[in-house]
Nanobody, 115 residues
Framework: VQLQASGGGLVQPGESLRLSCEAAGINFRLFDMGWYRQAPGKEREFVSAIGWSGGSIVYADSVKGRFTIFRDNAKNTVYLQMNSLKPEDTAVYYC?????????WGQGTQVTVSS
């Protein structure tokens, strides 16, 4: 199983990034997908999740109205569109695939928001 996250980078406050996470080795369309992040010195925290069918979308309060999660089951890929980025969004972002008690994690992609 592989969850390949990409799209991170260094941006200025107010700018946008789109993260992608392509899955391999799982029946992607059966899995709920999520994004989490971990800032230096902090615990990993939930960012957003989307159900297997594209519904059941949930966001952390800190990103509501700025981030959008969506998925393309034909491409085995989940995305996180991040707009109006803030310095406090700086973290390593991880994607997660979940199905009942099965739980997979990707390797993470670094997002740095700094002027």
């Amino acid at each position: 199983v592989q969850l390949q996250a990409s799209g991170g980078g260094l941006v200025q406050p107010g700018e946008s990034l789109r993260l992608s996470c392509e899955a391999a080795g799982i029946n992607f369309r059966l899995f709920d997908m999520g994004w989490y992040r971990q800032a230096p010195g902090k615990e990993r925290e939930f960012v957003s999740a989307i159900g297997w069918s594209g519904g059941s979308i949930v966001y952390a309060d800190s990103v509501k109205g700025r981030f959008t999660i969506f998925r393309d089951n034909a491409k085995n890929t989940v995305y996180l569109q991040m707009n109006s980025l803030k310095p406090e969004d700086t973290a390593v972002y991880y994607c997660n695939a979940k199905l009942e008690r099965v739980d997979y994690w990707g390797q993470g992609t670094q997002v740095t928001v700094s002027s």
